[in-house]
Structures are given as structure tokens and as C-alpha cells.
T-cell receptor, first 114, second 114 residues
Framework: AQSVAQPEDQVNVAEGNPLTVKCTYSVSGNPYLFWYVQYPNRGLQFLLKYITGDNLVKGSYGFEAEFNKSQTSFHLKKPSALVSDSALYFCAVRAGNRDDKIIFGKGTRLHILP | DTGVSQDPRHKITKRGQNVTFRCDPISEHNRLYWYRQTLGQGPEFLTYFQNEAQLEKSRLLSDRFSAERPKGSFSTLEIQRTEQGDSAMYLC????????????FGPGTRLTVT
């Protein structure tokens, strides 16, 4: 069965510092991995995805994520955090040999402190 | 491209009443998904369509829930005989076909059952 774990309910980072939001996954076969962000009273917005190729993928708003197959991880990163990055972040996975639903993690709330 | 829209945005109903939600996907997307999100959780898959065909239903989707996409465009999700446990945010998403395709989410319909 597919699953996603986001071990931190909340991450606090000072503005200007680098941030990391952790995600680990479990799937059969090769994974398709996604990060989404949810701002208050708004729907989920797609940030970036890993399908194949380069392990470091870049996405919207300066975010990037690193795929690590041996550690089954897909951590979200940003070199310098902004207060406006404060939101709820979801990691999601789909098994590469399937073409249906995406399984989401529970989410990590990111607080960027001014 | 006007994005995914959902109607209504909020619905308050009394226990035992029926409710229906509508989702209008991005026009060229042939995949449409319904999710449910409760506080502190990530979106949980309910069902999805490819064009007008409903291809998968989650075990979360009891017999009181029914979804349709009659012409392969908009979709409706109906909940009959609502219960307080049905209170949640109901999210709709759409995508092109293909495992590596990201899903685009609507703003959601927040259901409160009193």
C-alpha cells in the first residue's frame, strides 16, 4: 500500500534562514512525488513534482525538493525563507505503475518568524 | 484557464438532510477527483472519474455518498441523510491523464452538519 509520512506537525524558521520540510514515502515500484501548499481559505496549490531524472527538482516560489531513493525521502527545501511562505504543506505520492489517486501526508505547518 | 471551481463554498445543513456539491474542472482535463479533508489531516481520496466513467471509489465512500460526471465535464457529489461525521472540507481536483500529471484543486466546499 502507498503511504506518506510527514514527521513534523509544525516547523518554525526565522525569516532569511533555510527551511526544510520532511517527507518519507512507501510505494511499490518507482514513485511519483508531489508537494502542495495550502494557504488559509484557499485550495491546495501545486509546488513541484518528481517523476524521473535529476534528484533535485525546482518548483514555484523558489522551493526545491530532493528525491533520495535509498532513504525513501522527498524533503522540501528553500534557501531563504520568507514570512509569506507560512502555510500548510502537503507531500503526496503515487506509485509509478499506477495512474489513479494520489496519497497525501497529514501536512506540516510552516511558520516563518519575522 | 479559469481553474477548478466548486459550488457552494460553504454549506450548513441539519442532520438527515441531503446535500449536493458541484465541481467544474479545468476544461481540457479528463480526470476529476473528489477528496475529503478534516482538520489536521491531509486530503483523503474519495473517488475519481476519467471522462464520465467512475473508475475507483474509496471504502470511505459509504452508500450514502454518490458522485456523477454525466457528460465528462462537471461533477456532482451527493451525500444523503447527512451525519455529523460528514462535516469536512470536500475538495475537487482535475488533471490530464497520466501518472506523472499533477492535480489542480478547487477551493473546496466546507460542509457543516448540525
Amino acid at each position: 500500500a502507498q503511504s506518506v509520512a510527514q514527521p513534523e506537525d509544525q516547523v518554525n524558521v526565522a525569516e532569511g534562514n533555510p527551511l526544510t520540510v520532511k517527507c518519507t514515502y512507501s510505494v511499490s515500484g518507482n514513485p511519483y512525488l508531489f508537494w502542495y501548499v495550502q494557504y488559509p481559505n484557499r485550495g491546495l496549490q501545486f509546488l513541484l513534482k518528481y517523476i524521473t531524472g535529476d534528484n533535485l527538482v525546482k518548483g514555484s516560489y523558489g522551493f526545491e525538493a530532493e528525491f533520495n531513493k535509498s532513504q525513501t525521502s522527498f524533503h522540501l527545501k528553500k534557501p531563504s525563507a520568507l514570512v509569506s511562505d507560512s502555510a500548510l504543506y502537503f507531500c503526496a505520492v503515487r506509485a509509478g505503475n499506477r495512474d489513479d489517486k494520489i496519497i497525501f501526508g497529514k501536512g506540516t505547518r510552516l511558520h516563518i518568524l519575522p | 484557464d479559469t481553474g477548478v471551481s466548486q459550488d457552494p463554498r460553504h454549506k450548513i445543513t441539519k442532520r438527515g438532510q441531503n446535500v449536493t456539491f458541484r465541481c467544474d474542472p479545468i476544461s481540457e482535463h479528463n480526470r476529476l477527483y473528489w477528496y475529503r479533508q478534516t482538520l489536521g489531516q491531509g486530503p483523503e481520496f474519495l473517488t475519481y472519474f476519467q471522462n464520465e466513467a467512475q473508475l475507483e471509489k474509496s471504502r470511505l465512500l459509504s452508500d450514502r455518498f454518490s458522485a456523477e460526471r454525466p457528460k465528462g465535464s462537471f461533477s456532482t457529489l451527493e451525500i444523503q441523510r447527512t451525519e455529523q461525521g460528514d462535516s469536512a472540507m470536500y475538495l475537487c481536483a482535475s488533471s490530464l491523464e497520466g501518472g506523472g500529471r499533477e492535480q489542480y484543486f478547487g477551493p473546496g466546499t466546507r460542509l457543516t452538519v448540525t
